[in-house]
């Protein structure tokens, strides 16, 4: 069964302060990992990866996916309050098109 | 662009009735698709199209029927409401089967009592 695991599920710090996201999967045919970022709505792109040890960034986020091992962090340097959210990562198959969620994380960022 | 939009945006309903959560875009996307959000368990795929006309079960199908008769429309219908089915569903789509990144609406909150 294909499985993807976020840790922690939950993570509350202080404005300012760095933060690493974990996401780990057990899935057949990989093909890319998503994370995406959701307030109170819907959830909203942030990136993509599909090749290992290529980082992503955007602005005070960045991402980077290793294939060997499995697994993608998002890190969050110098947080703020509206990084408030629910951080959800998925994984898409090849030839299946559909995304595989993982649980998310809850962020809280306090002032 | 509206993008994608989902009406109603919150729902109570009694044990055996019957509704429609409706779901629509105008981005001319191929692939459309409708997950359930319930606490600590992520997004689950219920159903998902890949084109007009065409549909096929997700993870988590029992309960819940689909169509697609134009490329815009995907409606999710609750056959017999059941409690298990009180959670936020939410549409999404994407340009193409190969499209990785998708769309998601603003969501529907349903409660059944």
């Known amino acids: 069964e294909d499985k993807v695991v976020q840790s922690p599920l939950s993570l509350v710090v202080h404005e300012g302060d760095t933060v690493t996201l974990n996401c780990s999967y057990e899935v057949t045919n990989f093909r890319s990992l998503l994370w995406y970022k959701q307030e109170k709505k819907a959830p909203t792109f942030l990136f993509m990866l599909?090749?290992?040890?290529i980082e992503k960034k955007s602005g005070r986020l960045s991402s980077i996916l290793d294939k060997k091992e499995l697994f993608s962090i998002l890190n969050i340097t110098a947080t703020q309050t509206g990084d408030s959210a629910i951080y959800l990562c998925a994984v898409t198959l090849q030839g299946a098109q559909k995304l595989v969620f993982g649980q998310g994380t809850r962020l809280t960022i306090n002032p | 662009n509206a993008g994608v939009t989902q009406t109603p945006k919150f729902q109570v309903l009694k044990t055996g009735q019957s509704m429609t959560l409706q779901c629509a875009q105008d981005?001319?996307?191929?692939?459309m698709s409708w997950y359930r959000q319930d606490p600590g368990m992520g997004l689950r795929l219920i159903h998902y199209?890949?084109?007009?006309?065409?549909?096929d079960q997700g993870e988590v199908p029992n309960g819940y029927n689909v169509s697609r008769s134009t490329t815009e429309d995907f409606p999710l219908r609750l056959l017999s409401a059941a409690p298990s089915q009180t959670s936020v569903y939410f549409c999404?789509?994407?340009?193409?089967?190969?499209?990785?990144?998708?769309?998601f609406g603003p969501g529907t909150r349903l409660t059944v009592l």
């Open positions: 981005m001319n996307h191929e692939y």
């Open positions: 199209s890949v084109g007009a006309g065409i549909t």
């Open positions: 999404a789509s994407s340009y193409s089967q190969g499209q990785a990144e998708q769309f």
């Open positions: 599909t090749s290992s040890g």
